[in-house]
């Protein structure tokens, strides 16, 4: 058995579990007219409800027990401390140093990183002014009006979610594309938008060994000089962001063109940095500040509140609850923001790249669930395709979900039916229709026995399903910066719970591996011996299609 559950407050939660899980929120609410009161909390301009959740008075003080036993005041002290805790690459965790507003030091190494990050703030800065204000010409002298950025992972999905999500604060003559994916369709798709002489694109890669990106970024050049017909325009066209400057330069990318950022900056986490370089060039230097200054807000209360009023705390032990106690492994997250239709996704890649683990820091194997399955959509469409699950299946799926106050739209009156029915969903969700209730509303419709009976037990929703509301004023840089950071640690939190590492991914290099092998096959190479006869048939028949 780990250490995990032998811990005297996780058997604790075991005997509260057996004691509490069939309570309902409903007599919960009803016993408590202050509950919505008692279990929310405000952060900066993010107000948390999580009273619809099945935790009573006693709960919260178990999962706190839990959260000091596992060590998670020393653990969040050494991550702001820039302690090597990713530990199977030796690596210290500073996204916070990146949004470290106050510029008080923090070493690495014995070396203070905020002169660097600073460094590097400047230099973005000043580049996106100059492309924002069309100082910065491409080679027939016409400003930029498209960024194209290639990169794939954290070095995509991160600056695409913010764009989307503020593109009322975008720069009016930017038009953002974003470049992911080897099919080659996404790039031939975007070059059919652009055009040479106004478009910049920016070749984003930690690593800047990333087969994807790279080749991606290769199309890109040649289409590029096939019609600038000239090598040295390259220089105004093209820019990388990276760890990497021999491999950047290799590529032939000017590293006067580099904007760099470190090993320290965890690929999902690196918006902050220069991989935010697209986020600056479209909100502007002020706009990428507040985000900034959001996410501050965020590290603040996270390093400095006590646990029990800590949001990303309380978040993440209350997914604990569901995930190690109820064994619930999954979760949804429902903007209910048209803007924020790619922060799902985004949750996604953070969570479950994360702390999607199965060994410990000490290489022995887990004996209890860790991360979730993450999955989402915007609510409003999510309610017209999958919430059917949510509210009568079998699975028990807590949901977060996210809107903002203010009336945002010149369309009058979205805005109130898109807020009922996030409030009205949660209600759902909490109550959801007894027997009687169902029986009564049929009856009041006309019918009445055998075939009102029949029809009971399909209009019975059970209730009791969690979800957490997370409202703000209005979704802005600052608020969208507070947002993120509010999921980035309660993900580490909960990788703290479970003792894992959440900030490598050793999981995605077999693949890589065996598609080096195939790739070459497929294109000719004697087809390995070793492989299954499934893949072996596999990659046969693509040669034999492409023979013929
Ligand atoms: O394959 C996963 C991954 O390593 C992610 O963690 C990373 O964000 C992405 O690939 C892209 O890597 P890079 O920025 O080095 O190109």
Known sequence: ????????????????????????MRDLFAADPERAEHFS????????????????????PLLMDLARQAGLPARIKSMFKGEKINTTENRAVLHVALRNRTNSPILVDGVDVMPQINNVLERMGRFCHAVRSGEWLGYTN???????????????????????????????????????????????????????ETTLFVIESKTFTTQ??????????????????????????????????KAVADFGIDPANMFEFWDWVGGRYSLWSAIGLPIMLYLGEENFAELLNGAHIM????????????????????????INFYGGGSHVIAPYDQYLHRFPAFIQQLDMESNGKQVMLDGTAVDFETAPIIWG????????????????????????????????????????ILLANVFAQAEAFMRGKTADEARAELTAQGLQGEALEQL??????GGNRPTNTLLMSRLDPRNLGSLIALYEHKIFVQGVIWNINSFDQWGVELGKQLAKTIHAELS???????????????????????QN
């Open 1 to 24: 058995m780990s250490a995990l559950t032998q811990l005297p407050a996780w058997q604790a939660l075991e005997q509260h579990y057996s004691l509490s899980r069939l309570k309902h």
């Open 41 to 60: 909390l405000e952060v900066g301009d993010l107000f948390l409800d999580y009273s619809k959740n099945r935790i009573t008075e006693e709960t919260l």
């Open 142 to 196: 016409q400003p930029i009006t498209d960024i194209v950025n290639i990169g794939i992972g954290g070095s995509d999905l991160g600056s695409l979610m913010v764009c989307s999500a503020l593109k009322p604060y975008g720069h009016p003559r930017m038009n953002m594309h974003f470049v992911s994916n080897v099919d080659g369709a996404q790039l031939k798709e975007t070059l059919k938008k652009v055009h040479s």
């Open 212 to 245: 994807e990106t790279l080749t991606n970024a290769l199309t890109a050049r040649e289409w590029f000089v096939a019609r600038a017909r000239d090598e040295a325009a390259v220089a105004k066209h093209f820019v990388a962001v990276s760890t990497n400057m």
């Open 299 to 322: 590290d603040q209360h996270f390093r400095n509140a006590p646990l029990d009023a800590n949001m990303p705390v309380l978040l993440a032990m209350i997914g604990i609850w569901y």
């Open 377 to 416: 959509e915007t609510g409003i469409n999510g309610q017209h395709a999958f919430f059917q699950l949510l509210h009568q299946g079998t699975h028990i799926s807590p949901i977060d979900l996210i809107a903002s106050l203010e009336r945002r739209s010149s369309l009058p009156g979205h805005h109130e």
């Open 456 to 461: 009971v037990p399909h209009k019975v929703f």
């Open 524 to 546: 000719g190479k004697k087809i390995k011996a070793t492989h299954d006869s499934s893949t072996t048939r596999l990659i046969e028949r693509y040669r034999q299609y492409n």
